[in-house]
């Protein structure tokens, strides 16, 4: 706090000269004066946990001050996991929020902390001391363990309180009397009151009266704060967890697992909502709220809020439909089997029957997924946001009477165009649970024209008793295949493909694809022993920055001349000697290296006349008058480039003997004519990489970190 109190001050200080510079450019301002309203306030946060409240109730019950903060800010409901991610029970709970990772990383699945990943995984105020130490931290709870464990020894302050009035009363305090930057405030009445008598009875929603009129207090605090003007304060009120009608938690149900995130602050819209929030994302939102930079080694589960990108799913939501075949989701608006724009569903290889919700792929939410049936791991998409894909050969098979047969499903994206780059970043939420024998993997397939068939990029284990051998985002660095001629393909679609008995289910979401910046332009190029040549004479030829062993056509253009061929060594360089034709006539021109993959990397090559007789010379030299050196029978010994284009003339069109020549030399158009001669590489070829090239048959995908 101390430390804190010194960047107070060092702040205001700057603001006080900024403010002086503002005025100086304008209307002096007096030393001292109001610190301008556009200065950057300082961020603060508050998240204030209830426990036990359901959000059900607690919208019906009279709890004014939380009404008021949805008003002004952000309301969003989602899902807890449960068992066997962890029972809906409160060590679980908070240890999400406080983390911004779900119980299969924290490893907190009951209140007894047996276990915890806290190390790997720390709550966020211990995140903000190692990240800005300056800054003042602060917990108190009325459950001990939320000052004793879930929040860590490096948090400035945690403090017990000895009920919810005390709590109330010492968050007061310190917001009030102190300069906190981060708090955390933990009330737990509201959980008593639902395990005396249940979420549905009249204590309950006095305890959530009452609970509300303690956060009114809080965050009038906040409000009342002497330099409040300057703060920026983000407050979130959040639950660990809600409560059965009749009182108790820890299992599956709906009221049991739903909670929510009620936010407000300057980065939020008053009275908006989302879909596609849960507590996870508390951290991280407060963390960005501080300007922390999240680290991708954290590898939180939770996006700071305005971070959540929403994907093409999502875009199903006003498409949901209601139940069908499934009775016990009837009132649960949540499932299509609508796909999204460019993307398809091959039930080409699905039998006829089944449940209608569940035939083939389909897109729903958490509550029409994880309530088709309590108990069978569905509860634990907790990486899933509103709408997602799912594929589930038990609960298409399970309405009566079950057909037994095979469930053959593929998901197919859209094209996703390709910009030149040798890999493609690619990701997914999964949710892959198998039961009884089922295969489920992803196929790259390419654009048609590529001529290359679909590659795998993930197969998953077929076998298993109820279990979710994957629950992550899965993240590959696909290296993509070339063609014969090492040409990459145009585009890419992934295929999720999963067929089963009566097994189990996989669920994705969030698919992205993503490339590398496209490479820079290709390092190919050639060069020549000389810039100009005399026609049947040799020049050599040299290169770098080829693909090992690439073959490649030497030509002398525009009208194409071959010159032979070269081949790159090991190290993508070349060295070949060519002779240029004698019947090439004089004149500017380009040689030319065609790569195996069609494209050209070329150079200016000035062609003079070929040695003549001393008579043609003479004429030549005669007629022209400035093209003496090209005269003379030795003329091959290369005059000037400049005076080459001269010798051409000459050679054209005053020698007997090399008329046949100059006549082919005005088919063969000059190139370059107006360039300068001399040494310039233009070599820079349209397409292809070099160094990897057509060493590659097939792609490969590297699963990646992150
Ligand atoms: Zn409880």
């Known amino acids: 706090m101390r430390k804190h109190a010194v960047a107070a001050s060092a702040a205001a200080v700057l603001l006080g000269i900024s403010g002086v510079c503002a005025g100086s450019a304008a209307n002096a301002t007096p030393t001292g004066a109001p610190v301008p309203t556009d200065a950057p306030r300082t961020p603060k946060t508050l998240v204030i946990g209830v426990d036990g409240a359901s959000f059900d109730v607690l919208e019906q019950a009279e709890t004014p001050s939380i009404h008021?903060?949805?008003?002004?800010?952000?309301?969003?409901?989602?899902?807890?996991?449960?068992?066997?991610?962890?029972?809906?029970?409160?060590?679980?709970?908070w240890s999400t929020i406080a983390t911004g990772v779900w119980p299969d990383k924290h490893r907190v699945t009951d209140n007894n902390f047996t276990n915890p990943n806290y190390a790997q995984?720390?709550?966020?105020?211990?995140?903000?001391?190692?990240?800005?130490?300056?800054?003042?931290?602060?917990?108190?709870?009325?459950?001990?363990?939320?000052?004793?464990?879930?929040?860590?020894?490096?948090?400035?302050?945690?403090?017990?309180?000895?009920?919810?009035?005390?709590?109330?009363?010492?968050?007061?305090?310190?917001?009030?009397?102190?300069?906190?930057?981060?708090?955390?405030?933990?009330?737990?009445?509201?959980?008593?009151a639902g395990h005396s008598t249940g979420s549905s009875s009249a204590a309950y929603r006095a305890a959530l009266k009452t609970a509300d009129q303690q956060i009114a207090k809080i965050v009038g605090a906040v409000e009342q704060r002497p330099d409040y003007a300057n703060e920026d304060w983000l407050i979130v009120v959040t639950a660990d967890h809600g409560h059965t009608p009749t009182g108790g938690h820890g299992g599956a149900s709906r009221l049991e697992r739903k909670t929510f995130v009620i936010a407000k602050g300057a980065e939020f819209a008053a009275g908006s909502t989302r879909d596609d929030v849960r507590i996870a994302d508390i951290a991280p939102t407060v963390l960005a709220h501080d300007g922390i930079a999240r680290k991708t080694d954290w590898e939180l589960d939770g996006e700071a809020v305005n971070d959540i990108v929403p994907d093409d799913f999502d875009a199903l939501r006003p498409k949901l439909r209601g139940a069908v075949d499934e009775k016990g989701l009837v009132g649960i608006t949540g499932w299509t089997n609508e796909a999204p724009e460019g993307w398809t569903v091959d039930n080409s290889k699905m039998p006829t029957g089944g449940s209608t919700e569940f035939r083939g792929w389909t897109f729903m939410t958490d509550d029409f997924f994880s309530n088709a049936e309590l108990g069978q791991h569905r509860e634990n998409n907790v990486r899933s946001r509103n709408v997602f894909a799912v594929a589930d050969s038990d609960e298409w098979d399970d309405v009566s009477p079950k057909s037994s047969r095979n469930f053959d499903s593929t998901l197919v994206t859209p094209e996703y165009p390709l910009n030149g780059a040798a890999t493609v970043d690619i990701s997914f939420v999964s949710d892959y649970a198998v039961d009884d024998p089922q295969g489920a993997g992803v196929r790259v397939s390419f654009d048609e024209a590529s001529g290359l068939q679909p590659q795998k990029l993930v197969d998953y284990p077929a076998n298993g008793t109820r279990a979710n051998p994957v629950n992550q985002v899965e993240h590959f660095s696909y290296e993509l295949p070339r063609d014969a001629k090492g040409r990459l393909p145009k585009s890419i679609r992934l295929n999720f493909s999963y067929s089963g008995i009566n097994s189990a289910f996989w669920a994705i979401d969030q698919v992205r694809v993503s490339q590398p910046d496209a490479p820079t332009p290709d390092p190919a190029a050639i060069a020549v022993s000389a810039p100009s040549v005399a026609a049947g004479s040799a020049v050599t030829v040299t290169g770098t920055g080829f693909a090992p062993g690439e073959q490649l056509a030497l030509e002398l253009h525009s009208t194409p001349v071959s010159l032979g061929t070269a081949t790159a060594d090991a190290s993508g360089t070349l060295s070949q000697r060519v002779t240029i034709p004698a019947s090439a006539p004089a004149g500017a021109h380009t040689l030319v290296a065609k790569r195996a993959d069609g494209s050209e990397v070329a150079i200016p090559l000035a062609i003079t006349a070929a040695p003549g007789t001393g008579a043609n010379g003479s004429t030549g030299s005669g007629a022209n008058g400035t093209a003496a050196g090209n005269g003379t029978a030795a003329g091959g010994s290369v005059g000037s480039g400049a005076n080459g284009a001269n010798g051409a003339t000459a050679a054209g069109a005053g020698t007997d003997a090399q008329g046949t020549a100059g006549a082919k030399g005005d088919g063969l158009a000059v190139t370059g004519a107006s360039d300068p001669a001399g040494i310039v590489i233009l070599g820079a070829a349209l397409l292809a990489l070099a160094g990897v090239g057509i060493a590659f048959g097939t792609g490969r995908a590297r699963r990646t970190a992150a």
């Not at 190692?130 to 020894?153: C, D, H, L, N, Y």
């Not at 310190?174 to 300069?179: D, E, H, K």
């Open 121 to 192: 995984f720390p709550d966020y105020l211990t995140r903000i001391e190692q990240a800005a130490p300056q800054r003042s931290t602060f917990v108190v709870g009325t459950w001990g363990p939320i000052s004793t464990t879930v929040f860590g020894s490096a948090v400035d302050e945690r403090v017990q309180g000895k009920n919810d009035a005390d709590t109330t009363a010492k968050a007061v305090e310190r917001l009030s009397t102190g300069n906190p930057d981060d708090v955390f405030v933990h009330l737990d009445e509201v959980d008593g």
């Open 68 to 93: 008021a903060l949805q008003q002004g800010g952000l309301t969003a409901t989602s899902n807890l996991p449960a068992s066997p991610m962890a029972p809906t029970v409160s060590g679980a709970g």
